[in-house]
């Protein structure tokens, strides 16, 4: 009877917790779409920074989400038995699972150290490696920087986890215990009807941006009556930040939650790092039209603590936060360094369940893996910037 009770109890925080979330989502949503329909050059600038997130950036996340996602949809093994028979190795395979773009293998290692099977160390070096929803960012745009920011979370978090289990032991902080993370068991959401006309805005969308990507004009391939990347632009952004803003589902349960369609994961994974890119470009765009403040005048003159802001932004749990700051530093707003130390130190979405079922150990694995942040992200902007 009380097994029954707790279950009707946890059922009932996570409904409301769910609802919570949601007139969060709901309410910040409403107010871009507000900013996008006022009217005049201020309302001209936020339209204009929705196409251009929406065109240059969202559609290569949503392509690169459906290679990541439909890998991981493709793959199916048993986690529990694969971590006891790598028992010798769970530090560096955590950071290999952090380092993976999103939340979905930093969640996995974070739900087996909540159960005790796996040590601090392999906790902070997924911490440590991860850099969540970002990852994507980085990688529709600069490639090659995200394989660099991938390879240095492995490095540096696997460097970390080892020396935290040698100075603390393998059984520092590990917990007891068989609870696992919770999602809303939702296989289809209200935003699920839209994702037809998704699909039907992204393909175009798709196209344009690569046309848009090689500095093509496009005036001169299509002769139309009309603006083509206004139209598919605005309605791509406005669509997503609608379904994203209305969605019930937790952030990181859209694309970590496995018993859900392939096309509702990449469809609501993309709708929330476009919602943070348009966030991202607001903020600058805003910014410059109330001041005329050039940012980047700012930042070049305080560039020896943009790392160190950057590293402190990482401290933020999810993966909005980090988001915005990887869409400063893709727009050269913020040197590479302070992305570097952004990804090393933020953890992603994976630090929710860490906070909420084993806290006092999330605290001092973020805490830890500011440490490498600052020396890798000073060191490389002390020899190479």
């Known amino acids: 009877m009380n097994a029954l009770i707790n279950v009707i109890k946890a059922k009932q925080k ?20 507000s900013l996008a329909f006022q009217s005049g050059s201020f309302g001209e600038i936020v339209r204009q920074s929705m196409i251009d ?37 769970h530090v560096p395979l955590a950071s290999l699972l952090g380092a993976i773009p999103g939340c979905g ?25 991860t850099m969540g929803d970002a990852a994507f960012l980085l990688l529709a745009i600069e490639p090659s920087t995200g394989l660099l920011i991938f390879s240095l979370g492995i490095i540096v978090g696997t460097f970390s986890g080892y020396i935290v289990d040698i100075i603390h032991g393998k059984l520092f902080m ?27 805005l992204f393909l175009p969308g798709f196209i344009l941006g690569i046309i848009l990507a090689f500095q093509i004009d496009i005036d001169d391939i299509f002769s139309l009556p009309f603006n083509l990347i206004t139209i598919v632009g605005s309605a791509g952004a406005i669509l997503s930040i609608f379904m994203w803003s209305l969605n019930p589902l937790s952030d ?21 790092v476009t919602t943070w890119v348009i966030s991202g470009f607001l903020v600058f765009e805003i910014f410059m039209y109330f001041t005329s403040f050039d940012l980047k005048v700012f930042f070049d003159l305080w560039l020896p603590f943009v790392p160190l802001v950057a590293i402190l932004f990482g401290f933020l749990p999810g993966c909005g936060p980090q988001i915005v700051v990887a869409t400063f530093y893709l727009n050269g707003y913020i040197p590479l360094s302070a992305e570097i130390g952004n990804a090393i130190s933020n953890d992603g979405d994976a630090l929710f369940p860490a906070i909420a ?20 992200a000073y060191s490389y902007f002390i020899l190479l910037e």
């Open 174 to 200: 590990l917990p007891n215990s068989k609870i696992e993370v919770e999602f809303e068991n939702l296989k289809k959401t209200f935003v699920s009807k839209f994702n037809l006309f998704w699909v039907i």
């Open 357 to 376: 079922l084993a806290p006092k150990a999330a605290i001092f694995a973020t805490l830890y893996s500011a440490i490498p942040a600052i020396i890798v």
């Open 105 to 129: 293998g930093a969640i996995i290692v974070v739900t087996q150290y909540i159960q005790g099977r796996i040590s601090f160390g392999s906790l902070v070096a997924v911490l440590t490696a």
């Open 53 to 89: 997130a929406y065109l240059q950036v969202s559609v290569f996340v949503g392509f690169t989400l459906i290679v990541f996602i439909g890998l991981d949809s493709l793959t199916n093994f048993n986690v529990d038995s694969f971590l006891e028979k790598t028992k010798k190795i």
């Open 14 to 33: 996570l409904m409301f917790e769910n609802e919570g979330r949601l007139l969060k989502k709901s309410f910040f949503g409403l107010l871009i779409l």
């Open 252 to 272: 990181f349960q859209c694309s970590t939650d496995k018993s859900r369609g392939f096309t509702s994961r990449v469809i609501d994974t993309t709708n929330f």
